[in-house]
């Protein structure tokens, strides 16, 4: 699995022109990257983390400029050196609704949502 899931980060990258995208699995606070060869790591998962809002919701996320988003203004990953602006995200779930990942697109530049749907 580890392959097919690398494998869509790094579409995910090429389309996005972000070295950032990602596949993301979560079990409890530890969270497993597709594009990251060491696998899994700690993360403290706070409200205010994109992954925690992307599992929390039931639809793709949208964000178009997040240093204009209230819950991501501050965040380290939109103030730091990656610079996020847009990001955009979807919870993965198993058939009977449980969240186990996401998919995961942030960019240094914003992206408006226009002309598009999200969820087609």
């Given at each position: 699995m580890r392959p097919t899931l690398?494998?869509?980060?790094?579409?995910?990258?090429?389309?996005?022109?972000?070295?950032?995208?990602?596949?993301?699995?979560?079990?409890?606070?530890?969270?497993?990257h597709a594009s990251r060869p060491e696998g899994w790591k700690s993360n403290v998962r706070s409200e205010e983390?994109?992954?925690?809002?992307?599992?929390?919701?039931?639809?793709?996320l949208w964000i178009e400029d997040a240093s204009a988003d209230p819950r991501f203004k501050d965040h380290k990953g939109v103030t730091g050196a990656l610079g996020i602006r847009f990001c955009a995200g979807a919870p993965i779930r198993l058939a009977d609704g449980r969240g186990v990942g996401l998919s995961l697109s942030p960019t240094p530049s914003p992206a408006p949502l226009t002309g598009i749907s999200p969820t087609t």
């Amino acid at each position: 699995m580890r392959p097919t899931l690398a494998r869509i980060a790094r579409l995910a990258q090429a389309y996005a022109r972000s070295p950032n995208c990602d596949i993301v699995l979560v079990e409890g606070a530890q969270t497993w990257h597709a594009s990251r060869p060491e696998g899994w790591k700690s993360n403290v998962r706070s409200e205010e983390s994109f992954a925690a809002v992307i599992l929390q919701s039931d639809d793709v996320l949208w964000i178009e400029d997040a240093s204009a988003d209230p819950r991501f203004k501050d965040h380290k990953g939109v103030t730091g050196a990656l610079g996020i602006r847009f990001c955009a995200g979807a919870p993965i779930r198993l058939a009977d609704g449980r969240g186990v990942g996401l998919s995961l697109s942030p960019t240094p530049s914003p992206a408006p949502l226009t002309g598009i749907s999200p969820t087609t």
